[in-house]
């Protein structure tokens, strides 16, 4: 009885994920089939049938050729941005925070606990109050409108983020580490290099992926910071959904958010094991 109770249970949970799965999946699957279709094909009605044949052409016209306004490279220059904005925005605000989270646990001064209470402010407080401040302080460092500006942004905006996770994960680690290597001379930077980083793998993967997921996905920095020359790759995705065209060119418009979702889609898949085991420990060791 109990062995025929929980084989049921079990059909009943893998039941429920498998329609979860099906329910999120979804959007995925009528984006990807829309994207290899035809005009003919779409204008059938049939949201969920499979293409007669794999057509790329809507995957060359949103990447190279589709328009986003008055401009008519597609995406590419786009993803370009945000490649280049992205890569070390996520470097410098990962690096950023491991520092401060280091310094916090583990070299606590006076006042440390006060400056990491306001630091965690920057995690809650609504990105749109520091608009205006921000856009100020680009103007003054001649920064606007700029990939190099949009870099700095993200990075001061990560930084609480990432500082809270560090200052987490480090605050678990034994004290008696760190004085025993202050003990056999070794200062701030050794210890840090030698004993602390090595340490730091889980909560490494776990920052770089949560930095890369909102980076890249961030449009109110990237439309309100970004010049013609500097948008990423969502205000791209938002200017071709929005052009105005006698023929609306679903299959474009399909294959071009698959194209600005694939490089957050491919680190999850490639990397969510990483990701996972991380969180994992740091609840372990919190």
């Known amino acids: 009885m109990n062995a025929k109770l929980l084989l049921l249970t079990r059909l009943l949970v893998y ?110 407080m609504p990105f749109q109050v520091v608009l205006l401040p921000m856009s100020q302080v680009l103007g003054d460092l001649g920064l606007s409108s700029s990939v190099f500006g949009l870099v700095l942004v993200h990075s001061l905006a990560g930084m609480a983020g990432t500082t809270l996770f560090f200052r987490n994960y480090y605050s678990a680690i034994p004290r008696e580490l760190v004085n025993a290597a202050r003990l056999d001379g070794a200062g701030f930077w050794r210890i840090f290099w030698r004993i602390v980083l090595p340490m730091s793998t889980p909560i490494l993967m776990v920052t770089l992926i949560w930095q890369f997921t909102n980076i890249w996905n961030d449009f109110l920095f990237g439309v309100a910071f970004s010049g013609a020359d500097s948008q990423p790759i969502t205000v791209g995705l938002n200017n071709l959904a929005n052009t105005s065209s006698s023929v609306k060119n679903y299959n474009v418009d399909m294959a071009a958010a698959i194209i600005a979702g694939l490089p957050t889609m491919l680190v999850y898949v490639l990397a969510g094991q990483y990701f996972v085991k991380g969180l994992t420990a740091g609840a372990v060791k919190g």
């Open 15 to 124: 039941g429920v994920l498998l329609l979860a799965a099906l329910f999120f999946l979804a959007p995925l699957y009528v984006m990807l089939v829309t994207s290899f279709k035809d005009a003919e094909q779409i204008r059938a009605g049939n949201l969920v049938s499979l293409p007669q044949a794999l057509n790329l052409e809507a995957w060359r016209l949103a990447w190279s050729s589709a328009c986003t306004g008055v401009d008519c490279r597609g995406l590419q220059p786009y993803f370009l941005n945000s490649v280049t904005m992205v890569v070390p925005a996520v470097l410098i605000s990962t690096a950023w925070g491991a520092v401060n989270g280091y310094v916090l646990s583990l070299w606590r001064f006076r006042g440390s606990e006060f400056l990491f209470g306001l630091l965690l402010f920057g995690v809650f």
